[in-house]
Nanobody, 124 residues
Framework: VQLQAYGGGLVQAGGSLRLSCAAS????????MGWFRQAPGKEREFVAA????????GYADSVKGRFTISRDNAKNTVYLQMNSLKFADTAVYYC??????????????????WGQGTQVTVSS
């Protein structure tokens, strides 16, 4: 499984960005997918996750109500819509796949494959 994340960039506080993560392989629709982020000097942290069929989602408290995760299994793509961005959202954002596919995993160790990351910078 190869994951390619893109859509990051520089945005002013209060603005929006949409990240995308394109996956290779025929089994994407059976994977749970997640987004994580890592700021300089900090550990990688959970942002959002979505179940294999999109029926269930989970969010970190810090992004709840501002970020929305979604997926299009026909396009092998998962999205992260980020609204009302804050300076504290500045980080490298990574998408990840859990090939076991149960629920909405929130721990890094539950994911088998990772994308290369895309930088999101929010100016204050």
């Amino acid at each position: 499984v190869q994951l390619q994340a893109y859509g990051g960039g520089l945005v002013q506080a209060g603005g929006s960005l949409r990240l995308s993560c394109a996956a290779s392989g025929r089994s994407f629709s059976s994977y749970a997918m997640g987004w994580f982020r890592q700021a300089p000097g900090k550990e990688r942290e959970f942002v959002a996750a979505i179940s294999w069929n999109g029926d269930s989602t989970g969010y970190a408290d810090s992004v709840k109500g501002r970020f929305t995760i979604s997926r299009d299994n026909a396009k092998n793509t998962v999205y992260l819509q980020m609204n009302s961005l804050k300076f504290a959202d500045t980080a490298v954002y990574y998408c990840a796949a859990d090939t076991y596919g149960v629920g909405v995993p929130k721990a890094t160790w539950e994911y088998d494959y990772w994308g290369q990351g895309t930088q999101v910078t929010v100016s204050s």
